[in-house]
């Protein structure tokens, strides 16, 4: 079993910041590619983020980009998702998610292996 644990989220207002963080336990390999995704009600859940095992290669989505940093350290087997200049339109449960392979970026819901239970994130005007 696999198990991934979002913390961090919470109320903030428009231009503030969050950091959210993703602990991974269990049976999971380490250099996995992991990232974030996000749904807002009635919306699709979406790719936000998604980094390697290195950390030296990043991907982003395009509404992210700029504001959005990801990171990850192994030794603690977490990743994380520092949320800059945050907007209403951020308002969403941020998912984290590992990669269905060594290879696989997880930046599409049908590339990833696991999921966590997610963590509100809301951005008021």
């Known amino acids: 079993q696999v198990q991934l644990v979002e913390s961090g989220g919470g109320l903030v207002q428009a231009g503030g910041s969050l950091r959210l963080s993703c602990a991974a336990s269990?049976?999971?390999?380490?250099?996995?590619?992991m990232g974030w995704f996000r749904q807002a009600p009635g919306k699709e859940r979406e790719f936000v983020a998604a980094i390697r095992w290195s950390g030296t290669n990043t991907y982003y989505a395009d509404s992210v980009k700029g504001r959005f940093i990801i990171s990850r350290v192994n030794a603690k087997n977490t990743v994380y998702l520092q949320m800059n200049s945050l907007k209403p339109e951020d308002t969403a449960v941020y998912y984290c998610a590992v990669s269905r392979g060594v290879i696989t970026i997880p930046n599409s819901p049908a590339a990833v292996g696991s999921w966590g239970q997610g963590t509100q994130v809301t951005v008021s005007s």
């Open positions: 269990g049976r999971t390999f380490s250099n996995y590619p």
